[in-house]
């Protein structure tokens, strides 16, 4: 690949044996990474394959734990943002941080220099959103506009402190397909001027479209450079999920049960503007079976968990059945009297109060279901504490939850043991159907085969699971069959040991109806 | 007649108005302090004695503002330093207020106080009607008018007002551009208590030029009703007190005059008036999202 060679002119920034450890795990190691002038430049890569942090030290946001940072040939030392910026680097981030009540001007105003007068900042934004086909009305208050409009503000405040890098974090996770490709000839003019444009994606075909060259992460480590144009999507999902752990497959258990969880035909809209309408939704798992439900981050799967859990309910009861009954239109306690069970993804605050102690959220989340063994008293709903604080034990046992003291509050306990603990809570009532949203996100190998073991587990002894997930090793691992997300759609399952790595990692870039013949042409 | 009742009005709406600008002031930078009536109170006191042992008003006007700061400072340190609630925080400064200003002025009650002479402004105070209404005025009614022109332009015209709305709308991200909130935050507060100090003097040397025990009688907690009447804006504030001021001066008329209402419906009046144009005004939401500091109330601890 003579393309994967550095560019013939001196870069503009360049990174060499970058590391970056939490703890003892790397998040990037060894990174090497050259960004020519004038060229953009595509940082590929899975959830987690350490992008993130890699920009993070790029802008001064995370202190290197090893490698150094060259601008222009010099090596130089990022302490801050602001530093940052000093070296020509400007950054537009995936989560924005823009006063609401304030209007466009005001909040470019507020982070340049106090020389400048608040009409003059307003004319100036507004002559560079015009340059740049970035429409914006200086005067428009940020509360009322779109996720699109509001990148362009971070965008416009970037390019008023006139860098030479542009970093942006997955910009188009937000946008809508218009406003992506008003983006991208934003992108493009800025190339002309000699700008260059580090671009955080996992989304294939835009990288393709737009970018230069390619780095492609993966595990915290550089798995691939190329130029995006000269490869297939297939290829370049190939380098992001990594070829070597294709060969894990797993056999359909022969015997399945009746369909314990059955969504029909079920469209929600979204409730608030950063949310995914649901569209059309069809699923069906039997006792035996685990659905993993693939996908990138923010294309509806917190949207379908809730209604799934009944956290929000949608109007059509028929539309969710559990246990052939209809439920859509009840909610998370009455589903769990089915014998269902949930673990929703933030594990602070939504599956665990963070302040009270294990067993006090052992009844938070089963003082319904369970209200005969942990309440007594009638109407009075006295608590049985001794009966909770051994059910809390006989949990922590099961999953090897490893914990100071005898019941610590949930927040003293590290991440995978707080997940091992929550989804041991669920198991505990050995459900018959359970519904996890990202089981091991941002938990340590141990505890993620321990939760996934459990989870295959419950499947074999007749129960039915839905995981959703953006880790492709673990949709691997569990599934018996597989569905990807996109857009807030549901594809149709595929057996699990029909489906290669590159044709979900497809499915998942955005590329609904290619999928077949792309990858096959990949073989 | 005429002239004689919206005189009182205007007297009845000023330190509704003072008051409740500056803890809008002290509301946009994100915090919010229930303790108006208590910095009010004791701005009435204070400049009460400080009238009554310098024999001149004007000095008893400054110390009504030194006294309602201090006392705010009070409370900024609580919360802001000690990151204390600041809902009950303000409580406690209200119940202290009404203590502590009872104890300072229990030798004044009963003094015949000294009255703050109006100004006269020439030729514009000859105008028939206006001019004996607007232009031959105490100073703090002048000054009333001068804070909510000045405010409004400190808000959304200058800089330094720009980077408070910011704090109040998201102290985070405002620490993270570099803006001092805590430090912001204890002059708004300050401000703030100056302000209700500056009311309550009204109180004590316009109003009813004597101390009284308690005699802000729920103006502060009226002024802070306001405050959310008016959508955190300085004009509406002052469209706000007047209404207050008018309904409360009309009922009393009206209770006068001996119409078959009972009095105690129309002594409730006023506040009632003010809920339901609250409602009615809240029901803006955009208005109101817009207007509402995001961080109200929220303690603001840096990361460090």
Known sequence: MTVSEGPAVSPLL???GLTKYFGNFAACSGIDLDIAPGEIHALLGENGAGKSTLVKMLFGILEPSGGEILSSGQAVVIRSPSEARSFGIGMVFQHFSLFEALTVGENIALSLDPKFSLPRISDEAARLSHKYGLPLDPKAHVADLSVGER?????VRALLQNPKLIILDEPTSVLTPQEADRLF???????????????ISHRLEEVRRICDRATVLRHGKVTGRCDPRQETPASLARMMVGADVAGVSRGTSSELGDVLIEVTDLSVPARTPFAVSLRAIDMQVRAGEVLAIAGVAGNGQGELFDVLSGEYT???????RIRGKAVGTVGINARRMLGAGFVPEERHGHAAVSEMSLSDNLLLARSQPDRRSFLSGGVLSIVRHSSVRSAAKRICEDMDVRKSGDDPSAGSLSGGNLQKFI???????????????QPTWGVDAGAASRIRQALVDLARSGSAVVVISQDLDEIFEVATKVSVISEGRLSPSFAAHELSLEQIGLMMGGIHDSTHSEASHAH | MLEAILLTVITAATPLVIAALGELVTERSGVLNLGVEGMMIMGAVVAFAATQIT???????LAGIAAGAAFSLLFGFLTLTLVANQVATGLALTILGLGLSGQIGESYVGQPGIKLQPIEIPLLADIPLLGPLLFRQDLIFYLSIALVIGIHWFLFRSRTGLKMRAIGDNHASAHALGINVI???YLAVMFGGACAGLAGAQLSLVYTPQWVENMAAGRGWIALALVVFASWRPLRVLAGGYLFGAVSIGQLHAQAFGIGIPSQFLSALPYAA???VLIIISHNRRTTMINTPASLGKPFVPER
């Open chain 1, 14 to 16: 360049s990174v060499r």
């Open chain 1, 151 to 155: 990148q362009r503000i971070e965008i």
């Open chain 1, 185 to 199: 000839e934003t992108l493009l003019k800025l190339k002309t001027e000699g700008r260059s444009v580090l671009y």
């Open chain 1, 314 to 320: 949608v109007p059509e009861n028929d539309a969710i």
């Open chain 1, 423 to 437: 989804v041991g809570r669920e198991l505990d009532r050995q459900p018959a159907v359970l519904v996890v949203n």
């Open chain 2, 55 to 61: 024999g001149t008003p004007y000095i008893g006007v």
């Open chain 2, 183 to 185: 430090r912001t935050r």
């Open chain 2, 274 to 276: 003010t809920i339901v």
